[in-house]
């Protein structure tokens, strides 16, 4: 995800086996909390001159665990907090950051999740200490982004702020080495799917093509190649230059469409967000290259598109090409979800994004629910088709 914010750059440095020079160098003088994924807590344990440290459950890290999370950085009197995990750890810390100096404004924040889909982050209201943000995955961009997803009870809500930014972000080969190599491919998705989105937006900077289409071919590129060290490091760069280069200037917010459906199925399917982004997005293209401009523009996303993968060996037809690269990558789909699901999706778009946000003006459940019959789920899901998700809680009653 992105939006139109004014924009700080998060300060960056990469490189190889760089994470304990780089987070003593940042920290020193100052007293620092680490907040890390509890699976790879191992590596908060080779950082020197930290004060605290706060193992969590990414599956656990809901909004009641975000505002409890805060709680403890403020009680451990962190000035700099260093956040080690994959997105969902690092959208959490950045999120909690909030509350260290601003409590009301998370309070405030959080109790809005609750009923709205997208939040946004008053200006001026600065976290107080800076994040450093030490991804273990590829793709999510949340090292370099201004926005936060959050999990509550009727939902995943996009909190919209530049006070989400982490301050710095430190890329190490060494933090990748263990990924599965179809995660790193999906994380190169994520990232290609990002600059793709934002094509289907009627407005485009010609500086900001230029440079979405130069990450789009070398992410292309990469996923096609062997996976080595320096490889998934050029990944991580390539993600995190999506927030940091001219890429998404001048682009409309909330133009990746296919984002919202995704979002959706993984909170109702209960499935990972990039299956559901696998098995969606092209059946979302589908629509906008049949000539319904609700879902985006046609010309702008073809020009994309043709450009990207003119080397590629790729189907010129957006649709069809990434579906193709889809398949070459060896990534997984979703399963397809009940009747009863696929109903509870369709409803929930309509009524989260479409009806009462800002991303899906014009599109009824009929619509979504006529893209989710045409996608195209796994049809042969494993006992085990993704990483085990909290349970599924009962459709918050907030606001409506």
């Given amino acids: 995800m992105s939006a139109a914010i004014r924009r700080r750059r998060s300060t960056l440095v990469a490189g190889s086996a760089i994470t304990p020079a780089a987070c003593a160098a940042i920290t020193s003088g100052r007293r620092a909390a680490v907040v890390v994924d509890e699976r790879i807590a191992h590596l908060a344990r080779g950082l020197e001159s930290i004060d605290t440290v706060i193992a969590v459950d990414p599956a656990e890290l809901d909004a009641t665990a975000v ?15 260093v956040a080690i995990g994959g997105g969902t750890t ?11 100096s601003a409590p009301r404004t998370l309070d405030w924040a959080l109790a809005r ?78 990232a290609l799917l990002r600059l793709a989105g934002a094509s289907t ?32 490091l050029r990944i991580a760069r390539c993600s995190a230059a999506t ?58 996303l073809e020009a994309f598109w043709r450009e990207v993968v003119r080397e590629a060996r790729l189907p010129l037809a957006p649709a069809a090409g990434i579906d193709a690269l889809v398949a070459r990558w060896g990534l997984p789909l979703a399963p397809r979800p009940s009747e009863d699901a696929l109903a509870s999706i369709a409803g929930r778009v309509e009524r989260r994004w479409a009806r009462r946000g800002p991303a899906l003006p014009g599109i009824t459940a009929p619509d979504v629910r006529d893209v989710l019959d045409r996608a195209r789920w796994d049809p042969n899901p494993s006992a085990e088709g993704s990483r085990l998700l909290p349970p599924l809680a009962p459709e918050s009653r907030g606001r409506r």
């Avoid at 710095?168 to 994380?187: E, I, T």
């Avoid at 909330?254 to 967000?273: D, I």
């Avoid at 997005?281 to 049949?290: F, G, K, M």
């Fill in 90 to 100: 690092i959208d959490a810390v950045n999120v909690a950051a909030i509350g260290v």
């Fill in 201 to 232: 937006a009627a407005r485009a900077h010609p500086r900001a093509t230029a440079h979405a289409v130069i990450l789009a071919r070398a992410l292309v590129a990469l996923g096609d190649g062997p996976l080595s060290d320096a490889a998934r």
């Fill in 113 to 190: 999740a609750d009923g709205a889909p997208v939040v946004r982050i008053p200006e001026g209201d600065a976290a107080g200490i800076d994040v450093v943000a030490v991804p273990t995955t590829v793709g999510t961009s949340a090292e370099s982004n201004a926005v936060a997803i959050v999990r509550t009870a009727g939902g995943q809500c996009l909190l919209l702020g530049e006070v989400l930014r982490p301050r710095y972000a430190v890329l190490d080969d060494v933090n990748y080495r263990s990924l599965d190599a179809r995660d790193v491919r999906a994380g190169c998705l994520e």
């Fill in 243 to 300: 927030q940091r280069s001219a890429a998404l200037r001048g682009r409309a917010p909330f133009s990746p469409r296919h984002w919202y459906l995704a979002n959706e199925v993984s909170f109702v399917a209960r499935t990972t967000k990039m299956r559901a982004t696998a098995s969606v997005v092209s059946r979302v293209w589908q629509r906008i290259e049949d000539g319904d401009s609700r879902w985006g523009s046609l010309g702008p």
């Fill in 67 to 81: 505002a409890h999370l805060s709680e403890r950085v403020r009680a451990a009197r962190a000035g700099v907090v």
